[in-house]
């Protein structure tokens, strides 16, 4: 066999017998585009309900979970267990504009399936998912992962650590227009919460900003994906990328390794500056399949394949696992 092995191919179903199946655990499609409110099993909360937005925009329709106003807070959970065996690889897209200082950002979370509150953390810069220890608030219950995607910087606030934090990680910390992300870990009311790395600060990295006066969804369109390994996997991570450029890999705590199910979903909030928060075209495969479950290489370049159900056919998409 030749010693190439291509990044994308594209296979047909007759192809697919030359590897193992891939794992189809958890899938979901949600376009986030039918006007008004979300249907079941989404559950919503907040000052005001999210709901699907249409404007004269491209998209013309999506998930809006804050307006622009001050003091807003929005949250959307994605209320069913979904199992996690195979890991989660997970995008959607995201726009914060037409404020009028950036702030305060969006988080995509992950609690804990068992959980069954459908109550948000902490407003502000908690962002629905850290609680604020000044408060006191609490996080968001059952939290396990928390992806800030922190348009004016608070979500790395210390006010958002539990009281068992003891972090030595770089903050955005309120720096307006920071334009960070920040990935938290399990907490559980005012305990936990932690930071699990730097902040990553997109415009010191050539990155577009996630939110700089942008007027419009489509001007502010940010792709964001969230890969999920095992547990099964030697040292499994989470890793975040943004417009296809990884930012944040650090290993998944160990609270989270004890789940066999999650549930999923969004948060959101306004302060003292706003902006519109949307999100819409969330999509997502199983991380990974048999082949790296078994720890099997391709060829020797330590790749592995996973089967996507696309439009239009069967993708056969081969990628390099990321040690």
Known sequence: ?????????VASLAGLAAFPAAATNFSISEPLDTPGALSSPWVVDGVVDPTVVTKSDTPANALQLTDNNGD???YALYNQAISVTQGIDITFHQAQYGGDGGADGIVFFVKKGTDTSTVPGAAGGGLGFSPNSAGPSDGL???????????YGNF???????????????????????????VRGPGQGLTGYCMLADSFIVTDHD???ISAGYASRAEADRTVRVVIDPATATSPKVTVYYQGTQTVQVPLPAEFLDQSTVKVGFSSGTGGSTDYHDVWGLTSVAA???????GTDVNGFGLTAAALVAAGGIALAVRRRKA
């Open 207 to 209: 990155l577009d900003p």
């Open 288 to 294: 990974v399949d048999a082949l790296a479950e078994t």
């Open 156 to 182: 790395a606030n210390a006010d958002g650590d539990g009281s068992d934090c003891a972090t030595t990680f770089t903050r955005s910390d309120g720096s307006g227009g920071a334009n960070a992300i920040t």
């Open 141 to 151: 219950s059952g939290a396990l992962l928390g992806v800030g995607l922190d348009a």
């Open 72 to 74: 807003q807070t929005g």
């Open 1 to 9: 066999m030749n010693k190439f092995v291509g990044a994308i191919a």
